[in-house]
């Protein structure tokens, strides 16, 4: 069912589009930004300690 959902399925909320098909025509969109969409490749988190 979650292929069908995603893939197959239209959404009302997409304009008709299922999910899949809108993603792809956003990312393909000019009007875009570049890299919206795009994951960060690496997480940098700072390690704190707790002071007591």
Do not use: F, K
């Amino acid at each position: 069912w979650r292929y069908d959902y995603n893939h197959v399925r239209p959404h009302s909320s997409l304009g008709g589009m299922a999910p899949s098909q809108a993603r792809r025509a956003l990312e393909q969109s000019v009007s875009s930004a570049p890299g919206a969409l795009a994951q960060p490749e690496t997480h940098q988190y700072q390690v704190q300690g707790l002071s007591s």
